[in-house]
């Protein structure tokens, strides 16, 4: 079970990615004010719990926003 600040910070680094659409990882951890430490405990929750919303390519090391669209009430489709 993920912790109240482990859940707080996952979805601040969503909220900025989407905002954002893509983002380099240390222009996200400025932005959120968050250590090297804190980004690698986040990095895998967000990225198992949260695919569905962002994607982090290794090779650039940037975070990018998924498309989600609404097609009908109670389900979404992701659209890459």
Do not use: C
Not at 46 to 75: C, L, N
């Amino acid at each position: 079970m993920a912790t109240a600040i482990l859940l707080k910070n996952a979805l601040k680094m969503i909220s900025l990615i989407q905002k954002e659409k893509t983002i380099h990882k240390f222009d996200l951890m400025d932005k959120l004010s968050m250590s090297i430490s804190t980004y690698n405990q986040i990095k895998p929750y967000v990225e198992h719990r949260y695919g569905q919303y962002v994607h982090y390519d290794r090779k650039s090391q940037t975070w990018t926003a998924q498309t989600i669209t609404e097609m009908s009430e109670g389900s979404i489709v992701i659209k890459e």
